[in-house]
């Protein structure tokens, strides 16, 4: 089986632009989960989807959001991009719920 | 609410020498403990997790950890590390749901 994948790998933007991020999760799996991880702040969950209602929530501002696909893709959009928001966003899938999850390689987001 | 706590943020050892990365959690419920590796400009990478049963669980790789339920503990151990495994690794817990939530990470330094 292909492994998450996320696109695009690697981003750069400017503060008060807005960015969407792409997760494709191991086929079957329905759970896709979104962290964000700086080395100030390490590994935060920002929130998960499961058939497509968000089920899981992190405490982040409301410039974060995500949806998820009947397919069971999933977005991240991040509007009005502050500095602070330059991490690397990290998507993780799973078939359902208590079973592991399997982490994609990452977005890497720069903000200027 | 669950926590996890890694002590050591670095830990340099020798080459085929012992290694311990501790960590310690915080949960009023019953938990499953996991602990991931992560390379360079990788994700996360599942090493071994403990969901129930024996408490000590082993990876592929000669890693593993015993699960302490008396002292909230998820220690990890080699008894031979090599260099390929410098890496960052993190502890992290969950209640059955997938909000797992990730210690702040040990980086393992591995000197020639």
């Known amino acids: 089986k292909a492994g998450v994948t996320q696109t695009p790998r690697y981003l750069i933007k400017t503060r008060g632009q807005q960015v969407t991020l792409s997760c494709s999760p191991i086929?079957?799996?329905?759970?896709v989960s979104w962290y964000q991880q700086t080395p100030g702040q390490g590994l935060q969950f920002l929130f998960e989807?499961?058939?497509?209602?968000?089920?899981n929530k992190g405490n982040f501002p409301g410039r974060f959001s995500g949806r998820q696909f009947s397919n069971s893709r999933s977005e991240m959009n991040v509007s009005t991009l502050e500095l602070g928001d330059s991490a690397l966003y990290l998507c993780?899938?799973?078939?359902?719920?208590?079973?592991?999850?399997?982490f994609g390689p990452g977005t890497r987001l720069t903000v200027l | 609410a669950q926590s996890v706590t890694q002590l050591d943020s670095q830990v340099p050892v020798f080459e085929e020498a012992p290694v311990e990365l501790r960590c310690n959690y915080s949960?009023?419920?019953?938990?499953?403990l996991f602990w991931y590796v992560q390379y360079p400009n990788q994700g996360l990478q599942l090493l071994l997790k403990?969901?129930?049963?024996?408490?000590l669980v082993k990876s592929i790789n000669g890693f593993e950890a015993e699960f302490n339920k008396s002292q909230t503990s998820f220690h990890l151990r080699k008894p031979s590390v090599h260099i390929s495994d410098t890496a960052e690794y993190f502890c992290?817990?969950?209640?059955?749901?997938?909000?797992?939530?990730f210690g702040t990470g040990t980086k393992l330094q591995v000197i020639p």
């Open positions: 993780a899938s799973s078939a359902g719920q208590s079973d592991t999850q399997y």
């Open positions: 403990y969901l129930s049963g024996s408490t």
């Open positions: 086929s079957g799996h329905r759970s």
């Open positions: 992290a817990v969950s209640e059955g749901y997938q909000k797992v939530t």
């Open positions: 989807y499961f058939s497509e209602t968000q089920r």
């Open positions: 949960s009023s419920v019953s938990v499953y």
